[in-house]
């Protein structure tokens, strides 16, 4: 389980670090339902990049698998986001599951630069939680 207080302290030093850089991004973490714990949208960060940030964790956190791949199967498989009747589902990089012993007990979503970049942005949130994954 991700503690909201954690996932809270997370979240601002990884925006510390983000202001640092001249990145703003936007930033959630999500329980294993894909229900908000903690965002942050920083000062810089488009309004979309709010959104799309707590709909990556919340697809990453549903779906069980980071967002990149989800958009990639879709592109793969010629089938929209919309065969989940979900409109919170997307196929943008920067959602990455929270994984313990191999159970998703949550997700990070990062918008506001490049899929990847955002997606690097999210792993370091997971790394700062400290809830790494252990087989």
């Given at each position: 389980?991700?503690?909201?207080?954690?996932?809270?302290?997370?979240?601002?030093?990884?925006?510390?670090?983000?202001?640092?850089?001249?990145?703003?991004?936007?930033?959630?973490v999500?329980?294993?339902?894909?229900?908000?714990?903690?965002?942050?949208?920083?000062?810089?960060?488009?309004?979309?990049?709010?959104?799309l940030?707590?709909?990556?964790?919340?697809?990453?956190?549903?779906?069980?698998?980071?967002?990149?791949?989800?958009?990639?199967?879709?592109?793969?498989?010629?089938?929209?986001?919309?065969?989940?009747?979900?409109?919170?589902?997307?196929?943008?990089?920067?959602?990455?599951?929270?994984r313990v012993r191999g159970?998703?007990?949550?997700?990070?979503?990062?918008?506001?630069?490049?899929?990847?970049?955002?997606a690097?942005?999210?792993?370091?949130?997971?790394?700062?939680?400290?809830?790494?994954?252990?087989?």
């Open positions: 389980m991700i503690a909201a207080a954690q996932a809270l302290d997370a979240v601002a030093r990884v925006a510390a670090e983000q202001q640092e850089r001249g990145q703003p991004v936007a930033i959630a999500c329980d294993d339902h894909g229900e908000l714990l903690a965002f942050v949208r920083m000062d810089g960060a488009s309004l979309q990049a709010g959104v940030a707590q709909n990556k964790a919340y697809t990453a956190a549903r779906d069980r698998q980071p967002t990149a791949d989800l958009g990639a199967w879709s592109r793969s498989s010629g089938r929209i986001l919309n065969y989940w009747t979900d409109p919170r589902i997307t196929g943008f990089g920067g959602g990455v599951p929270v159970t998703v007990i949550g997700a990070v979503g990062v918008s506001g630069l490049s899929e990847e970049d955002d690097t942005v999210a792993q370091r949130v997971i790394d700062i939680l400290g809830l790494q994954e252990t087989i």
